[in-house]
């Protein structure tokens, strides 16, 4: 643990500051900044610190990545692991893990950035203000959501704060108790002394509000159901609501956009702020949630489930699969659900490239996928592997009917088959085949239904290329799969994303929806589930689904499922209802069509359904440490 001190330190160095006590600027060490704790602005820009370690891989930078471990999404090969967590997902980690040991080195970073700060703003004696009392809540307030993800990853830990902070860091494992009597301490602090900021208003500071729905969570996550229950209605006081429009959710606010983005509104109860202004070059990275016609990577990027886009239920209350045969019909439904690969390509209408009215090549031709100038050209027809001409699926306008009846959240968080989809750069079959893939930069809009290839009889044919830089969104290597909308860009957001590194949309780690649920849940769990189908009922309506007469604990996990996709909710979720491998153990990762893109069903072994194991070389380094029973 020595080690992570350094890299503590270092990691501070960055941030230009060091969390010492008052310093004469003339005085060494002279490459760091002397802070006055007395002095309230320059204690703010020390916390300012302390939130921004927040931002890193690991701790909510890609924090997407882990509903990539759950029932809703997966990744297909490992590459980037602070955003795929594949290992994690797939259950391959173990003491020598790096995932597991980066998750708890950088955990513990920020831990160290608040207990550091807390110690010099006590020992100031400088800032007993209300804003100093307000600024210590907030440092105990990102301690305790720290100390949180531990809890529920390891368990007991060791617990430093500001009085002993771990210049050494040899301390035993503290119990499941002490850990969290140690967060509901911190939580209540906060909750008494923070700001009672106005919802809406100063959404990245940590707030009352803010104190309370994390300690919800906690009591939440220990069946302390009527303590939850407390603190959840504590929340439901302080002003917050639903926004109108639930994609605007994921859209930036405040940068001229038409209907205005909403992640600085009034349902924001804690979020890691991002900039708007990409030359400060503070945002999160986009790159692996959707293709490269969205900007994305086109590989190893996350896909939703099949499973999970079928889970959804229509507003009149029938499943997907009741709804589906109604409006396809049987004979459309048999080939959906066929386990025949050619009926399935039958129905959804594999194709190599489509044209819609509006569209114009560059000097009046039409290509195949080998540069090959076609003669005849039909709008709304598709060009075959070999050049002829196969019509789209007789069943497009179905699919698109079926996609409409549908809970609304299915079609703002996926880009669903024969939807539009607003692309942003090199998104013209033409271009690509005359200029390559790096050819101009541009807005397009893309109909996401070229997921494959047919010949002029229908039958399935490999996409040899597999570039995402088409008038198309098949992904890299011809992986054709359902791509997530949320959080992903359209065009360019009128020009405040410029990068796919720097998406300027606030990352929600608190949502008003996020409480009202976990009220609800309280609620089943304490035996009140009377009390609870209100709260469910509230985020239903917003997006125009029907009112339930009643609900079950399983009905909240499934609209938990349908509301919070790619928000970094669901993994922690199934840990909190014990259901962990019950949920993903079995799943296939399979494409639109059906076909796995794994080699087997995902295994995940039972000990990983419970606490980590502490990775090998921390263990190695403090001789206090006791390793996680089993491993």
């Not at 704790?37 to 320059?42: D, K, L, M, P, R």
């Given at each position: 643990?020595?080690?992570?001190?350094?890299?503590?330190?270092?990691?501070?160095?960055?941030?230009?500051?060091?969390?010492?006590?008052?310093?004469?600027?003339?005085?060494?060490?002279?490459?760091q900044?002397?802070v006055?704790?007395?002095?309230?602005?320059?204690?703010?820009?020390?916390?300012?610190?302390?939130?921004?370690?927040?931002?890193?891989d690991?701790?909510?930078?890609?924090?997407y990545?882990?509903?990539?471990?759950?029932?809703?999404?997966?990744c297909?090969?490992?590459?980037?692991?602070?955003?795929?967590?594949y290992?994690?997902?797939?259950?391959?980690?173990?003491?020598?893990?790096?995932?597991?040991?980066?998750?708890?080195?950088?955990?513990?970073?920020?831990?160290?950035?608040a207990?550091?700060?807390?110690?010099?703003?006590?020992?100031?004696e400088?800032?007993?203000?209300?804003?100093?009392?307000?600024?210590?809540g907030?440092?105990?307030?990102i301690?305790?959501?720290?100390?949180?993800?531990?809890?529920?990853?390891?368990?007991?830990?060791?617990l430093y704060?500001?009085?002993?902070?771990?210049?050494?860091?040899?301390?035993?494992?503290?119990?499941?108790?002490?850990?969290?009597?140690?967060?509901?301490?911190?939580?209540?602090?906060?909750a008494?002394?923070?700001a009672?900021?106005?919802?809406?208003?100063?959404?990245?500071?940590?707030?009352?509000?803010?104190?309370?729905?994390?300690?919800?969570?906690?009591y939440?996550?220990?069946?302390?159901?009527?303590?939850?229950?407390a603190?959840?209605?504590?929340?439901?006081?302080?002003?917050?609501?639903?926004?109108?429009?639930?994609?605007?959710?994921?859209?930036?606010?405040?940068?001229?956009?038409?209907?205005?983005?909403?992640?600085?509104?009034?349902?924001?109860?804690?979020?890691?702020?991002?900039?708007?202004?990409?030359?400060?070059?503070?945002?999160?990275?986009?790159?692996?949630?959707?293709?490269?016609?969205?900007?994305?990577?086109?590989?190893?990027?996350?896909?939703?489930?099949?499973?999970w886009?079928?889970?959804?239920?229509?507003?009149?209350?029938?499943?997907?699969d009741?709804?589906?045969?109604?409006?396809?019909?049987?004979?459309?439904?048999?080939l959906?659900r066929?386990?025949?690969l050619?009926?399935?390509?039958?129905f959804?209408?594999?194709?190599?490239?489509?044209?819609?009215?509006?569209?114009?090549?560059?000097?009046?031709?039409?290509?195949?996928k080998?540069?090959?100038?076609?003669?005849?050209?039909?709008?709304?027809?598709?060009v075959?592997?070999?050049g002829?001409?196969s019509g789209?699926?007789p069943?497009?306008?179905k699919?698109?009917?079926?996609?409409?009846?549908?809970?609304?959240?299915?079609?703002?968080s996926?880009i669903?088959?024969?939807?539009?989809?607003?692309?942003?750069g090199?998104?013209n079959?033409?271009?690509?085949?005359?200029?390559?893939?790096?050819a101009?930069?541009?807005?397009?809009?893309?109909?996401?239904?070229?997921?494959?290839?047919?010949?002029?009889?229908?039958?399935a044919?490999t996409?040899?290329?597999?570039?995402?830089?088409l008038?198309?969104?098949?992904?890299?290597?011809?992986?054709?799969?359902?791509?997530?909308?949320?959080?992903?860009?359209e065009?360019?957001?009128?020009?405040?994303?410029?990068?796919?590194?720097?998406?300027?949309v606030?990352?929600?780690?608190?949502?008003y929806?996020?409480?009202?649920?976990?009220?609800?849940?309280?609620?089943?769990?304490?035996?009140?589930?009377?009390?609870?189908?209100?709260?469910v009922?509230q985020?239903?309506?917003?997006?125009?689904?029907?009112?339930?007469?009643?609900?079950?604990?399983?009905?909240?996990?499934?609209?938990?499922?349908?509301?919070?996709?790619?928000?970094?909710?669901?993994?922690?979720?199934?840990r909190?209802?014990?259901?962990?491998?019950?949920?993903?153990?079995?799943?296939?990762?399979?494409?639109?069509?059906?076909?796995?893109?794994?080699?087997?069903?995902?295994?995940?072994p039972?000990?990983?359904?419970?606490?980590?194991p502490?990775?090998?070389?921390?263990?190695?380094?403090?001789?206090?440490?006791?390793?996680?029973p089993?491993?």
């Amino acid at each position: 643990m020595k080690t992570i001190k350094k890299y503590i330190l270092g990691l501070c160095a960055v941030a230009m500051f060091s969390m010492t006590s008052c310093y004469d600027l003339d005085q060494l060490p002279n490459d760091q900044v002397a802070v006055d704790f007395a002095n309230t602005t320059q204690a703010e820009q020390v916390l300012t610190g302390v939130y921004n370690a927040l931002n890193v891989d690991w701790i909510f930078g890609g924090r997407y990545g882990w509903d990539n471990c759950s029932d809703i999404a997966w990744c297909s090969n490992g590459w980037w692991a602070s955003y795929d967590h594949y290992d994690i997902a797939h259950g391959n980690i173990s003491v020598w893990s790096s995932r597991v040991r980066d998750t708890w080195r950088r955990t513990f970073v920020v831990i160290q950035r608040a207990n550091r700060f807390l110690a010099n703003l006590k020992s100031a004696e400088g800032n007993t203000s209300a804003r100093g009392k307000e600024m210590e809540g907030e440092a105990r307030f990102i301690r305790a959501l720290m100390y949180f993800d531990m809890l529920q990853l390891w368990g007991g830990v060791p617990l430093y704060n500001e009085d002993n902070v771990f210049e050494e860091a040899t301390l035993p494992r503290s119990s499941e108790a002490e850990v969290r009597a140690m967060i509901i301490d911190d939580l209540e602090f906060a909750a008494a002394n923070c700001a009672d900021n106005a919802a809406g208003t100063k959404v990245g500071q940590v707030s009352r509000g803010a104190a309370y729905a994390l300690l919800g969570k906690v009591y939440l996550q220990n069946k302390q159901y009527n303590e939850a229950i407390a603190a959840f209605q504590n929340v439901i006081n302080k002003g917050y609501a639903l926004e109108a429009d639930y994609r605007n959710l994921f859209r930036p606010s405040g940068a001229g956009l038409v209907p205005d983005g909403a992640d600085n509104g009034k349902e924001e109860v804690f979020v890691i702020e991002h900039s708007k202004d990409m030359s400060n070059r503070f945002g999160f990275n986009t790159q692996h949630l959707s293709t490269r016609s969205a900007r994305g990577g086109g590989i190893n990027v996350s896909r939703p489930l099949p499973t999970w886009v079928y889970s959804f239920k229509a507003k009149d209350g029938k499943t997907f699969d009741e709804k589906a045969k109604e409006i396809l019909g049987d004979e459309a439904y048999a080939l959906f659900r066929s386990d025949n690969l050619n009926d399935r390509v039958k129905f959804w209408g594999s194709v190599a490239i489509g044209y819609r009215e509006g569209d114009e090549n560059k000097d009046g031709q039409t290509y195949d996928k080998d540069g090959k100038v076609i003669d005849k050209f039909e709008i709304g027809r598709v060009v075959a592997t070999d050049g002829s001409f196969s019509g789209y699926t007789p069943y497009r306008d179905k699919i698109r009917e079926l996609w409409a009846a549908l809970d609304p959240r299915l079609g703002y968080s996926v880009i669903l088959p024969y939807e539009f989809y607003d692309g942003y750069g090199t998104t013209n079959y033409d271009d690509y085949i005359k200029y390559g893939a790096e050819a101009k930069l541009g807005t397009v809009s893309v109909e996401s239904i070229v997921w494959g290839y047919v010949n002029k009889d229908g039958a399935a044919v490999t996409n040899t290329h597999g570039n995402t830089n088409l008038h198309l969104l098949v992904q890299e290597y011809g992986q054709t799969s359902y791509v997530w909308r949320k959080f992903v860009e359209e065009g360019d957001w009128n020009g405040t994303n410029p990068d796919r590194n720097q998406n300027p949309v606030n990352w929600p780690v608190i949502r008003y929806a996020d409480v009202l649920l976990m009220l609800a849940e309280a609620y089943v769990g304490a035996g009140q589930a009377g009390q609870a189908t209100q709260y469910v009922n509230q985020v239903r309506a917003r997006v125009g689904m029907p009112a339930l007469d009643s609900v079950t604990m399983e009905d909240i996990q499934a609209e938990r499922s349908w509301e919070f996709a790619m928000e970094g909710h669901r993994f922690w979720d199934l840990r909190r209802w014990g259901n962990y491998v019950a949920k993903t153990n079995g799943l296939i990762e399979a494409d639109v069509f059906g076909v796995a893109r794994g080699a087997n069903p995902r295994s995940i072994p039972e000990s990983n359904g419970g606490f980590w194991p502490i990775d090998g070389w921390e263990m190695g380094m403090n001789p206090n440490l006791q390793q996680t029973p089993g491993w």
